[in-house]
């Protein structure tokens, strides 16, 4: 910008010509001539940000984006966070390229839709499993009881069960009262991650169940399935069933 200045300066002030100047500045005359036609300097703007500190570090914070888009929601660590695990593994750039870069890595992503196939379930397929609190009167007295929910997804036979508390203890009692109304066992039954059933949510499905609870599976062979988080859709048959029922 300095040189098209004094280009413009010495023609249009000074009166020198273009091949005076040309030969002065050691470029072509057509070059002069661009320069001097122009109203406004010229505008330079870099096609991409350099990143001399955070290049050696890209692969492994895209692969950590990957998996953290695989994890639920609240699981996922934010750009502050990222940078500093980048730190712990020895990035010592700026928290401002970091943040850029996991911008422009959303916003490169195709934009998700949630989807909902309707779900066919086959007979002694599964059941689904949930909790619901009710208002009762006993004796007089209104009190608050903890109803189990328990539904056949083929048939749609209901069980239901209430009991003062929601713990472990009430909860293999209730999957034994089930089975033996039903006469039989499901091969699955699903829950919505109870906190009396479940330990941990983890990637995806995969979940960490009570040991407990685990012990009960494994004398009735069911195998436990929990529902993604927020995602009661999966088991919408129970969770009709809690508003039909009160």
């Known amino acids: 910008m300095e040189t098209i200045a004094k280009i413009r300066r010495r023609h249009e002030v000074n009166g020198e010509s273009i091949s005076e100047i040309a030969r002065c500045f050691n470029l072509s005359r057509n070059t002069v001539r661009k320069y001097l036609n122009q109203s406004d300097p010229p505008r330079y703007q870099r096609k991409a940000q350099p990143k001399p500190r955070l290049g050696a570090y890209e692969d492994q914070l895209k692969t950590w984006l990957e998996q953290d888009s695989q994890r639920p929601k609240k699981q996922r660590r934010t750009a502050r966070r990222l940078f500093e695990d980048l730190q712990g593994a020895g990035y010592v750039g700026a928290y401002d390229s970091v943040q850029r870069f996991v911008k422009h890595w959303k916003q490169a992503r195709p ?32 009190q608050t009881i903890k109803l189990t929910h328990f539904r ?59 040991r407990q609870f685990l012990a009960l599976a494994n004398h009735y062979l069911f195998e436990p399935v929990a529902c993604t988080p927020a995602s009661g859709w999966e088991k919408g048959q129970v969770e009709n069933q809690v508003g039909n029922v009160r």
Do not use: C
């Open 111 to 142: 934009a998700l839709t949630q989807a909902f196939v309707p779900l066919v379930f086959p007979a002694g397929d599964a059941a689904q499993f949930d909790w619901s609190h009710e208002q009762v009167e006993l004796g007089g007295v209104v």
């Open 152 to 210: 056949l997804a083929h048939s749609r036979q209901p069980f239901l069960v209430a009991y003062f508390r929601e713990s472990l203890e009430m909860v293999l009692d209730a999957h034994d009262r089930a089975f033996t109304f039903w006469g039989g066992i499901p091969q699955r039954m699903i829950y919505d991650n109870p906190r009396t059933l479940v330990d941990a949510v983890k990637v995806g499905k995969a979940r960490r169940f009570n």
